[in-house]
């Protein structure tokens, strides 16, 4: 039976649909409003595997191209691997529906939330959070949600709730909320350079449609729930617990604060052999030790938070609001065009720019239309960086965390009018504990910098964090620049990046059930403080950008007419292309005019740039020219001023003296200045010789 519940929004409902599509699966959901709609279903495994300490939630949002009325680029015509944008919006879902699953369930799950048709105007994302979410609320699989997103931007000191593209554009600030009906659990977004008070408006202005949506989901499901499926519990308990717990704890409390992350990691697991081989014999069932292992996560979990809630103090000995040692080095690397390596405690980027040109634009064949960008930023997290073995892969992670640093540096990046270049900066996470898409950020900035770019302001990035405690969370230390081991333990994982004049990057993910607005406040003012400490010791190492390095391309940029378009490019393309082969350059022509030089060297560039004003600049009288002696005649000389169009300069324009022959004053091929004297009624162009050696004397 076909259940169906609506909310209006506007002038379009918001429709969330089940019973039609997609039956066999433990949850299908279709959602539509105006003419964008998702389908998104939920299935869990038939097999329960008891005592997971996990839950195996597998996210896979998909974009069809026929859902844009498009056929796919490319040779191959059927959708590929998951492109960048689909593997964000997986993430967005993915983040703020996890904590609410129950470990104990014991299945796999799987969401696939596929966007079937998209109009352009209002963005998929969003729509697929809400579908996803219902999917599974109406399932059998025990879920603590309802969860709900919505997009906030900024305009014009409006904020607007779930603007379409177009709006966006516009935007100063634009972010994702997700939460449930009692408080938000995520937020990621940018903005150029957005206040606190800003970004708080934003936040309490989305949780409002997030609670009407929670509430959709829940009339939803009183109408087409299913049945909740057991939770499959592990009923077997550790045996010796309180005597492991009470050896343990002071043996921990030493090996937890130790200085140095690989230090603490070999104390704690010395600990953890001593205790292990003392209860061999009871651990040598898979199950007492897997519980084993739990209690002493649990030990550190309760000592870390511990010291900082009653001392104050952190596992590395720092006070909450204190940032690790930061140092910060440009042009680490000899060949390319920016590097710069930025070590924050035990996190380190290596950071390297390269400039190119508009021919090494990443361009996107997606369902929001065809387009392309000039700045691309890739994050790389190998196993060494935590010194393990394991293959180099690109996955969600360096996908997400790249995005971040990219959308933390792109407003302070210069318009492509301003800087003509290709933007590309690679981070190499050389080592990492805690934070390394903000050490990216802080990183990329500074390699920005060494090639030259310039940047409209410097950005750098801090990630905070949070340890609660009391039944409404009243007891709390907010922390700064947080180690690895602390967004494990903690309750909150929130990075902010920016100028010393406001945020540009946003991203945070909370454990608990709600976090107030005055946490909030408080976290993003030191968060603040940290920021601008932080870009205190990146002015010292460079403020300014440096010189484009030699190795960069030299571009030239020129404005011709319209009409003249055809007569530079020539038929099939004929005379740019030779162009480019005599002066060893690419030439990129745009339609309203804009012609753009790349060269390996500055003397290609400009005398091709010479080239293309001959082609399409009208002769002027009274300019002069340089140009070869083409030909010889009893009469004159004819010489091509520009390329393409030649001039006679007669012989009695040679010389204030009588001339017998031309060729006692000139011969074929010879290089010589000429000034163009006269455009005739056929379009002949008359030269003189005499008359551009006299002026240029003249004029030295």
Not at 512 to 517: E, F, K, R
């Amino acid at each position: 039976m076909v259940q169906r519940v609506t909310y209006k929004i506007g002038d379009e409902d918001l429709i969330l649909e089940t019973g039609r599509i997609g039956k066999q699966a433990n949850g299908c959901v279709y959602a539509q409003y105006a003419g964008t709609a998702i389908i998104a279903t939920v299935c869990a495994s038939h097999n329960v595997t008891e005592g997971m300490d996990f839950v195996p939630v597998t996210v896979d949002y998909n974009e069809k191209f026929y859902a844009a009325g498009k056929i796919p680029g490319g040779f191959v015509k059927r959708e590929g691997r998951p492109k960048d944008k689909e593997i964000l919006v997986s993430r967005l879902i993915d983040r703020p529906m996890r904590p609410l699953f129950e470990v104990s369930f014991g299945r796999e799950i799987q969401i696939v939330p596929t966007c079937v048709s998209a109009d352009g105007i209002h963005t998929p994302d969003i729509l697929a959070v809400i579908a996803s979410s219902a999917a599974v609320t109406i399932s059998d699989i025990p879920f603590h949600g309802p969860v709900a997103a919505c997009r906030v931007a900024y305009i014009d000191g409006e904020y607007v709730i779930n603007p379409t593209f177009q709006q966006q554009e516009k935007a100063s600030l634009e972010i994702v909320v997700a939460g449930t009906a009692e408080g938000f659990t995520m937020v990621e977004g940018g903005a150029n350079e957005a206040t606190e008070d800003i970004m708080l408006g934003a936040l309490e202005k989305a949780q409002g449609f997030i609670t009407e949506m929670c509430h959709l989901q829940e009339e939803l499901q009183k109408k087409a729930g299913k049945e909740k499926l057991p939770l499959a519990p592990l009923d077997v308990t550790l045996e010796n617990a309180e005597a492991i717990e009470a050896e343990a704890t002071p043996l921990l409390q030493d090996a937890c604060f130790r200085d140095g992350k690989t230090a603490r990691g070999v104390a704690v697991e010395t600990v953890k052999k001593q205790l292990s081989e003392k209860y061999a014999e009871q651990l040598e069932d898979p199950i007492q030790a897997k519980l084993f292992n739990a209690l002493f996560d649990d030990i550190q979990y309760k000592l870390l938070r511990k010291s900082i809630l009653e001392k104050g103090i952190r596992i590395d000995g720092r006070k909450c609001d204190e940032i690790r040692p930061i140092t910060c080095e440009i042009n680490v690397l000899p060949r390319p065009h920016g590097s710069a390596l930025f070590t924050r405690g035990e996190t380190q980027s290596l950071a390297v720019t390269t400039l190119g040109t508009s021919l090494d634009e990443q361009v996107y064949d997606d369902i929001d239309g065809d387009r392309s960008e000039n700045f691309i930023l890739h994050y790389n997290f190998p196993p060494y960086s935590v010194g393990e073995v394991g293959k180099l892969t690109t996955g969600r992670r360096e996908i997400g965390h790249g995005n971040l640093a990219r959308r933390s540096l792109a407003p302070m990046i210069p318009s492509r009018s301003e800087f003509p270049y290709t933007i590309r900066v690679v981070s190499e996470i050389m080592e990492s504990n805690g934070s390394s898409s903000q050490a990216s950020t802080c990183g990329g900035c500074l390699s920005l910098l060494a090639a030259g770019v310039p940047m409209k302001k410097m950005v750098a990035g801090v990630a905070m964090g949070l340890i609660t405690d009391g039944p409404k969370y009243e007891n709390y230390k907010i922390l700064s620049d947080i180690l690895g081991e602390e967004d494990h333990l903690g309750d909150m994982d929130f990075k902010v990046a920016g100028t010393k004049d406001g945020i540009t990057g946003f991203q945070m993910d909370i454990k608990i059930a709600g976090v107030s607005m005055q946490i909030m406040k408080e976290a993003l003012a030191q968060a603040k403080q940290g920021r601008l400490h932080i870009l205190s010791i990146m002015e010292k190492c460079i403020d300014k950008p440096q010189p484009i390095s030699v190795n960069a391309p030299k571009i030239l940029s020129m404005k011709i007419p319209v009409d003249k378009i055809g007569a530079l490019i020539g038929p099939g393309g004929k005379n740019v292309k030779a162009l480019c082969q005599q002066y060893n350059v690419t030439i990129n022509t745009d339609d309203d005019g804009t012609v753009t030089v790349y060269a390996k060297s500055s003397s290609s560039a400009e005398d091709a740039k010479k080239a293309i004003k001959g082609i399409t600049e009208d002769p002027e009288v009274g300019t002069i020219y340089n140009g070869p002696v083409k030909r010889i005649v009893d009469f004159g000389a004819f010489v091509e001023i520009l390329p393409g169009k030649e001039g006679l300069c007669h012989i009695s324009k040679l010389s204030r003296s009588h001339v017998d022959k031309v060729t006692d004053v000139l011969k074929e091929g010879q290089q010589i200045p000429v000034k163009l004297i006269e455009v005739d009624k056929m379009g002949r162009l008359n030269l003189s010789y005499i008359d551009a050696v006299e002026e240029l004397a003249k004029n030295k």
